[in-house]
Nanobody, 126 residues
Framework: QVQLVESGGGLVQAGGSLRLSCAASGRTFRRGTVAWFRQAPGKEREFVAAVTYSGGNTYYADPVKGRFTISRDNAENTVYLHMNSLDAKDTAVYYC???????????????????WGQGTQVTVSS
């Protein structure tokens, strides 16, 4: 069983930055994908970014390209989401998700991920 714990959310002004962390325990990934999703009030949960463990390949949703960076620390079993130039549209609960697979065509699909964290709130004030 894998446990994912997110941290780093909070309140930030538009244009500011935050770094989210996703710490995994219960299993050490040597291969697999970790992603960030977000869900704004009244909206569906959407894909934000993903990183693969074996090659460190990264993938981003169009709204965050150039502003967000996903990275991993294999030694710490932690994945980070660095968020810059935040906008009110980025306000959401951010969730970390993980799977042992690396099927690139599936990385943006919620049902691809077997493990989910509890979420961390990010609020951007305009």
């Amino acid at each position: 069983q894998v446990q994912l714990v997110e941290s780093g959310g909070g309140l930030v002004q538009a244009g500011g930055s935050l770094r989210l962390s996703c710490a995994a325990s219960g299993r050490t990934f040597r291969r697999g994908t970790v992603a960030w999703f977000r869900q704004a009030p009244g909206k569906e949960r959407e894909f934000v970014a993903a990183v693969t463990y074996s090659g460190g390949n990264t993938y981003y949703a169009d709204p965050v390209k150039g502003r967000f960076t996903i990275s991993r620390d294999n030694a710490e079993n932690t994945v980070y989401l660095h968020m810059n130039s935040l906008d009110a549209k980025d306000t959401a609960v951010y969730y970390c998700a993980a799977t042992a697979e690396e099927w690139i065509n599936w990385i943006a699909r919620r049902n691809y991920y077997a493990y989910w964290g509890q979420g961390t709130q990010v609020t951007v004030s305009s």
